[in-house]
C-alpha cells in the first residue's frame, strides 16, 4: 500500500495563533498515527498579506511543539523553493493553460461594488455567487472592457453535485452551478487564486491526506472537481473542528494574546500540546505531553464533530 502523505500548509500572514497550533497538531496526529509522512507548503501566494520572517516563526513555533516533518520548507536542499507558493508561479500559469484548453475559462470584469450588490447570493462561506455577468460577452465587448480593466479569470463550473465523504465530518456535497457558482482561478492584480495553487500543489506534490479547519469544508468540492480536471486522485479530507472564542467567534491571527509568541511566554511546549489534545477529545484529562506520546492515543473517531467553544478560564494560562 502506497504512504499516507499529510501536509501542514500555512499562511504566513501572522504568528501562528492557538487555532493554528490545533489544526497543526491533528495533520500531525494523524499522518503519523498511520505511518505517514508530512510535507510543509508555505501559501505565501499574496504578497500584501505574507511575510517571510512570519514563515520563519512558524516553523520555529511548530518545531518548539514537537511537530516535524520530512519534506518541504525549512528542509535543507536545493528543492526547498519549490515549496513555496510564491516561487510557483510559472508552474501555476501551466495549471491554468491546462483549462483554458478545455475552453473552461473567462475574464471577468466585474469590480468588487458590482459583485456585492445587494441581491447577490451567498454561498455557505460568505463569498457572493457569481452572477455570469461576464461568462457570454463577445469578443469585442471583452477587447473593449479590456482597455480600461484587468481582468480577473474565472471558470465555468458545471450544474454537478460534487460530493464526498469528510473522515471527521461525514458526507458533505455541493452542486457547483447553485452552492459556489463560477469561481475565480487568477485575480485582477494577477495573484493565482487559492483554489488554484492549493488545489494543483497537493496533486503534484503527491498529497493524499488533507486535514484543515472546517472553514474550509465548503472549498473541497471545488477543489475535487478541479483535480478531476487535471486527472489528480482524490485525497481523502479531514475538516477539524474549529476553537472558538468565548464570544462564539473565531479564533484568528487578531487575537494577539493567543499567539504563539505571547503563548510560548507563558505555558511550555508539553503543556499546550497537553490542553490541545483534551479539547479535541483526545486526551480524558488535561496533562502535559509529547506529540509523538500522542500518537498510539489517536484516533479520528474521538476527536470532536463540531466546533469548539473556549470559555474565559479555559484560556486564563
Ligand atoms: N493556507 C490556508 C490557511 O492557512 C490553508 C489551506 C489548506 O489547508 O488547504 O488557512
Known amino acids: 500500500m502506497e504512504s499516507i502523505k499529510g501536509r501542514f500548509a500555512p499562511s504566513p500572514t501572522g504568528r501562528m495563533h492557538l487555532g493554528n497550533a490545533f489544526c497543526a497538531l491533528l495533520a500531525w496526529l494523524s499522518a503519523r498515527s498511520q505511518g505517514g509522512r508530512l510535507l510543509l507548503r508555505m501559501e505565501d501566494l499574496d504578497p500584501q498579506r505574507s511575510r517571510e520572517r512570519y514563515a520563519r516563526m512558524l516553523m520555529e513555533d511548530l518545531l518548539w511543539m514537537g511537530l516535524d516533518w520530512d519534506e518541504g520548507a525549512g528542509i535543507p536542499g536545493e528543492e526547498e523553493k519549490q515549496y513555496w507558493q510564491s516561487r510557483r508561479e510559472e508552474e501555476y500559469a501551466k495549471a491554468l493553460d491546462l483549462l483554458k484548453w ?53 471558470i465555468r463550473v458545471p450544474d454537478e453535485m460534487i460530493s464526498f465523504t469528510d473522515g471527521c465530518r461525514g458526507v458533505y456535497e455541493e452542486n457547483l452551478a447553485w452552492d459556489c457558482g463560477d469561481f475565480i482561478l487568477r485575480r485582477s492584480d494577477g495573484v493565482f487564486a487559492y483554489q488554484l495553487a492549493v488545489t494543483w500543489d497537493d496533486g503534484v506534490m503527491g498529497v493524499s491526506q488533507v486535514v484543515r479547519g472546517s472553514d474550509l469544508l465548503s472549498s473541497t468540492p471545488r477543489q475535487i472537481w478541479l483535480q478531476r480536471l487535471w486527472g489528480f486522485p482524490q485525497p481523502q479530507y479531514y475538516h477539524a473542528p474549529l476553537l472558538l472564542a468565548p464570544d462564539g467567534r473565531r479564533l484568528s491571527k487578531r487575537d494577539g494574546d493567543l499567539d504563539l509568541g505571547a503563548l510560548r511566554s507563558r505555558i511550555g511546549p508539553e503543556e499546550l500540546v497537553g490542553k490541545l489534545a483534551f479539547w479535541a477529545g483526545i486526551l480524558p484529562k488535561e496533562e502535559a505531553v509529547t506529540p509523538r506520546e500522542l500518537v498510539s492515543l489517536f484516533d479520528w473517531e474521538k476527536v470532536k464533530k463540531q466546533d469548539i467553544l473556549l470559555d474565559t478560564p479555559m484560556l486564563d494560562f
Open 102 to 154: 478545455q475552453e473552461l475559462l473567462y475574464p471577468c470584469f466585474c469590480t468588487r461594488a458590482e459583485l456585492h450588490a445587494a441581491e447577490a447570493p451567498h454561498a455557505s462561506d460568505g463569498q457572493v455567487i457569481y452572477s455570469g455577468r461576464c461568462r457570454e460577452l463577445t469578443m469585442e465587448e471583452r477587447q473593449e472592457k479590456e482597455k480600461h480593466r484587468r481582468p480577473a479569470i474565472r
